[in-house]
């Protein structure tokens, strides 16, 4: 007999089963009167391009097809081709000024999905204005930025939360689980790798960064980081310091753990894997898709896996974008704490500095970090190499 560990709720991404399977609703799109009777939210978007087109419009869309009450009143877009085609598809009053939208129209909450290097001016102007903020990661490009609109939201009693969609992932989300209740508490090791298959962009701050603040969501915070790195085939178009890194963690709990992480092996999707090591169990998440169990000697392994995931399954559900700004309005309507904090957003910037200061000085660096020197370091080793910001 194996151990649910409380996960009752837990649906791995799919349709509740009382509703598919007691009231015949396989999509879960029927009547929810719970969910219906939610205050609504009014949000607003800033930059309507890739990520917001692929990943939140069509996550907003599902949620108010399963009843949540949330409504994108307006967005933001420079670019007249994309203004145009979301408005069209999606509703909503297109601006090309983010700010005569934040002084025109009635919403509540601010999703900014524009460039990095806009985050800053974006969620200042929006905490400015009195919105909610949910903001891309990175959280911005520069750690005092980080700390300024953090310590802005916090002084206006606004919510800021930092995109960390992996942190809802189902995997994600019952592994966690495991280290908080059993059988992974208080975990010794872990190891994470990570693919991002991209050279264009850039390593550390595109993709590696959703497995730094995953690590510190699963492990607790880090204590320090000693980073190796190569740029084995210079190819990066943005010129970016290295290609592939190899980090060694010690956490403040006092566990260890390794992320390796590589741009080199191109690749139309990002990969990665996961594993937490406790005493007598261990798990392991391949490619936010399979959680692996190992319970011990006496227990039989469990896995878990997505049983259609083409069909029911959508990306913006079992890539946790749904589920990030469900709690979004949910922490906004005050009836639920974020899952992550403008502040987990510095943290996971702050362990993204550390790499690159390790990087440059060839040795290990201890956190916390002072954000003006670790900024000046980071950014001398980023232009070391011709790095076009
Ligand atoms: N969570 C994830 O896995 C994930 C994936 C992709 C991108 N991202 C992040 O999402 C953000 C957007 O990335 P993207 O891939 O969609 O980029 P993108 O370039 O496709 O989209 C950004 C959009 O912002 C618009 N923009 C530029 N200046 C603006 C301004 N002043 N006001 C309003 N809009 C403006 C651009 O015209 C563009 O359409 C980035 O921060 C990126 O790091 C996250």
């Avoid at 909503?92 to 601010?110: H, I, N, P, S, T």
């Avoid at 469900?326 to 510095?346: C, H, K, L, M």
Wanted: glycine share 8%; hydrophobic share 40%; net charge negative.
């Amino acid at each position: 007999m194996t151990a649910d560990y409380g996960m009752g709720y837990d649906t791995y991404g799919h349709t509740p089963l009382d509703k598919a399977f007691g009231q015949g609703d396989v999509y879960g799109v029927a009547y929810d009167a719970a969910r219906a009777a939610r205050p609504l939210v009014r949000i607003a978007i800033i930059g309507a391009g890739g990520v917001a087109q692929s990943k939140y419009f069509p996550a907003v869309a599902r949620l108010r097809m399963i009843w949540e009450p949330v409504e994108i009143v307006a967005f933001a877009e420079p670019r007249e081709e994309h203004g145009r085609k979301v408005q069209a598809i999606y509703g909503g009053k297109w601006y090309r000024d983010y700010q005569d939208m934040l002084a025109e129209e009635a919403f509540q909450a601010v999703i900014v999905l524009s460039p990095d290097n806009l985050h800053a001016e974006h969620v200042r102007a929006a905490l400015d204005a009195g919105r909610h903020v949910l903001v891309e990661k990175p959280i911005t490009r520069s750690m005092p930025d980080a700390q300024q609109i953090c310590q802005m939201a916090d002084d206006k009693h606004l919510c800021l939360m930092s995109v960390a969609n992996k942190r809802l992932s189902p995997p994600y989300r019952r592994l966690k689980r495991f280290i908080e209740s059993g059988p992974l508490h208080n975990p010794a090791l872990y190891s994470a790798k990570f693919n991002l298959g991209y050279d264009y962009v850039d390593l550390f701050e595109s993709g590696t960064i959703h497995l730094f603040d995953l690590t510190r969501y699963l492990m607790g915070d880090v204590r320090s980081v000693y980073a190796s790195g190569v740029n084995r085939y210079g190819r990066n178009t943005r010129h970016y310091p290295v290609d592939s890194a190899a980090l060694t963690l010690e956490f403040v709990s006092g566990a260890v753990g390794s992320i390796t992480t590589s741009s080199t092996a191109l690749s139309l999707k990002p990969w990665e894997r996961v594993e937490v090591y406790g005493d007598h169990a261990w798990a392991a998440v391949e490619d936010q898709l399979e959680l692996i169990l190992y319970d011990g000697e006496a227990a039989a392994t469990q896995s878990w896996r997505p049983a259609v995931p083409n069909t029911l399954l959508f990306d913006e559900e079992f890539g946790g974008y749904m589920w990030l700004i469900e709690n979004f309005v949910q922490s906004i309507r005050g009836a639920e704490q974020p899952v992550v904090t403008g502040w987990d957003g510095y943290r996971a910037l702050e362990i993204l500095r550390a790499t690159q200061m390790s990087l440059h000085q060839h040795q290990s660096v201890t956190l916390p970090l002072t954000p003006d020197s670790a900024e000046a370091e980071a950014q001398e080793w980023l232009r070391s190499s011709g790095w076009n910001g």
